[in-house]
């Protein structure tokens, strides 16, 4: 998830797009496995001058498990990663929260964890 806090009466955004990057490839269908990073680009295009209070990128993933057993159900809710970045902010560029009209990139890199779970506990009563 991606969000851009930006000051009303400002110029506006035409638009905000995220590109993927794998291997030094842009990628519109990557494929990702535990400890590889989720890399790319935030793309915003800018009508006028725009005042921005920061542009965040946001990493969260989860697995949810629904068992039934026997007519007892359960579930099992496990967040893998949830994690933020700041991809700009005033004074990251020395622009002091303006972005010029025009487009402006800004890189973004989440490393997915190690290890994750394969096995779920399921209670027996």
Not at 3 to 14: E, Q, Y
Not at 43 to 63: H, L, P, Q, S, T
Request: with cysteine.
């Amino acid at each position: 998830m991606f969000s851009c806090g930006a000051t009303k009466n400002s110029g506006s955004i035409l638009n905000f797009d995220i590109y993927f990057v794998q291997n030094n490839v842009l990628r519109s269908d990557p494929i990702y496995r535990p400890g590889d990073f989720v890399e790319g680009y935030c793309v915003v295009n800018c009508k006028g001058r725009m005042k921005i209070d920061a542009i965040e990128a946001k990493m969260f993933g989860r697995a949810k498990v629904f068992t039934n057993e026997y007519k007892e159900y359960q579930t099992q809710d496990l967040v893998y990663i949830a994690e933020e970045q700041v991809i700009y902010e005033p004074n990251m560029e020395g622009e002091q929260g303006m972005l010029k009209d025009g487009y402006h990139k800004f890189k973004f890199s989440f490393k997915l964890p190690e290890e994750y779970v394969i096995e779920f506990k399921i209670d027996r009563l």
